[in-house]
């Protein structure tokens, strides 16, 4: 369903950015992260945390930045991934590389979208967090870039959709939380509105923050410029 040589080319482009609008997103995203998690477990310099499949170092730069230095741990999907090389593992999104019972804190930004295997990844976070630990995950919704995907669909008309990675939508996430013993699970949405002048910023943002569509056999569609 999947082809992993895109997704490993997305999170390494992400790693490599410079795109200002991606950054921006990230530096929001990870700090209304920590405020949530913070609602209901403070984030403390004690806390042994793991960022799964990690694509950046904005997160460990947002907690060092709010005086938090946690005992922080990361997996990368492949050794190119351009980031702080202290404590990271090169991992499969799917492998449990931590022990049982040993993190504090989890999180993991959109890429268990990209995994056949969802439960399996829920599962083996639910084994190695401590009693009342806590895993931050964000996944895409479905009203993600919603215009710019009606306009697209209804230009190219294409027979199939591959064009757009398949969403998970918030019901079956919570479910899929709650079936492997996660408690309390909270399901919520942020927004968040991108200002562009041409359409190739929209192209470019995607590919910026490692979500270029990454199914098998997408199709590729081009508008002439005559």
Not at 28 to 34: E, G, V
Not at 69 to 94: A, D, G, H, Q
Not at 196 to 209: A, C, H, N, Q, Y
Request: net charge positive; with cysteine; charged share 25%.
């Amino acid at each position: 369903m999947f082809n992993k040589k895109k997704i490993f080319s997305n999170h390494v482009r992400a790693s490599q950015n410079k795109n200002k609008k991606a950054k921006k997103f990230f530096s929001m995203l990870y700090n209304i992260l920590i405020d949530k998690c913070s609602s209901y477990n403070s984030i403390k310099s004690s806390d042994v945390i793991l960022e799964l499949a990690a694509r950046n170092d904005v997160l460990i730069n947002t907690l060092n930045s709010r005086r938090i230095f946690p005992y922080f741990y990361r997996t990368v999907l492949t050794s190119s991934v351009k980031i702080k090389n202290k404590n990271v593992v090169v991992s499969e999104l799917e492998n449990q590389t931590f022990l049982n019972s040993s993190l504090n804190k989890c999180f993991c930004i959109l890429s268990i979208n990209n995994s056949t295997k969802i439960p399996l990844v829920f599962q083996n976070v639910y084994n190695v967090l401590k009693e009342k630990g806590i895993f931050i995950s964000v996944f895409p919704t479905e009203e993600c870039l919603n215009e710019f995907r009606f306009f697209f669909l209804n230009y190219f008309k294409p027979k199939v959709d591959r064009s757009f990675s398949p969403i998970l939508d918030i019901q079956t996430i919570g479910n899929i939380g709650t079936s492997v013993g996660f408690k309390n699970v909270v399901v919520d949405k942020e927004k968040f509105f991108l200002d562009i002048k041409t359409p190739e910023e929209i192209w470019t943002f995607i590919r910026d923050i490692g979500e270029s569509n990454s199914l098998i056999n997408n199709k590729e569609f081009f508008i002439k410029k005559s």
